[in-house]
């Protein structure tokens, strides 16, 4: 399979990550990329940057090294009433969002508080993508969660980082094929993206 896109990738910027917005452009061109996205840490992150970060995206060209970039942030949930960690005046000016459950920035919690909660999240009209689902320590019914990727076009991810060996995310692997089989069966589409923070992981969605 030909990789042309990668979602999520994150920059210096992130505060965790260790490669510049030049150099991962530069490996996405090497790997044959024709899309990526910068998605750094929105603030609710320990270290992630502040909203005036994400405001002056605009200096970055939109293409590099041949790629096309798009200019965005992965948001934090920050409640279960759909809540992120970003405001409209800011999302609306940038070209991809995801929204993902992070430990720091909100707590676990059972399975139907956690669906219902990620539903209210995707039905955000700025928000495209919903980052590495399937940590059962965030338990969804998944059945629930593809149709409303269906209904509302918030594309779900399968995300590389979390399926590496040693990832903290716990029975990922289990839970996206209980994903993806509900995706087949009501023909939904997936993104992929590889979460690199370094850019010799941009791309690598092995």
């Known amino acids: ?8 990738t994150h920059t210096v910027g992130s505060g965790h990550a260790y490669s510049t917005i030049t150099e991962n452009m530069k490996a996405a061109s090497e790997k044959g990329l024709k899309i990526m996205a910068m998605t750094d840490h929105a603030p609710g992150i320990p270290g992630a940057p502040p909203r005036y970060y994400f405001d002056n995206l605009k200096v970055i060209p939109s293409e590099m090294f041949g790629v096309k970039l798009l200019k965005g942030a992965e948001a934090n949930i920050t409640s279960y009433e759909g809540d992120i960690d970003l405001p409209e005046d800011v999302l609306e000016k940038l070209d991809i969002v995801l929204a993902s459950f992070h430990p720091p920035c909100i707590d676990f919690a059972d399975q139907e508080t956690v669906t219902e909660g990620l539903i209210k999240v995707m039905e955000n009209p700025y928000v495209n993508v919903i980052g590495h689902p399937g940590d059962q320590r965030y338990p969804l019914d998944f059945e629930k969660i593809v149709l409303a990727s269906k209904r509302t076009g918030t594309l779900l ?50």
């Open 1 to 8: 399979m030909k990789i042309l896109v990668d979602v999520h």
């Open 157 to 206: 991810e399968v995300n590389n980082a979390s399926l590496k060996p040693g990832s903290f995310r716990v029975g990922v692997k289990e839970s996206l094929a209980q994903m993806l089989t509900y995706c087949k069966e009501h023909e939904v589409p997936i993104v992929l993206g590889t979460d690199a923070h370094f850019h010799t992981e941009i791309g690598e969605l092995k």
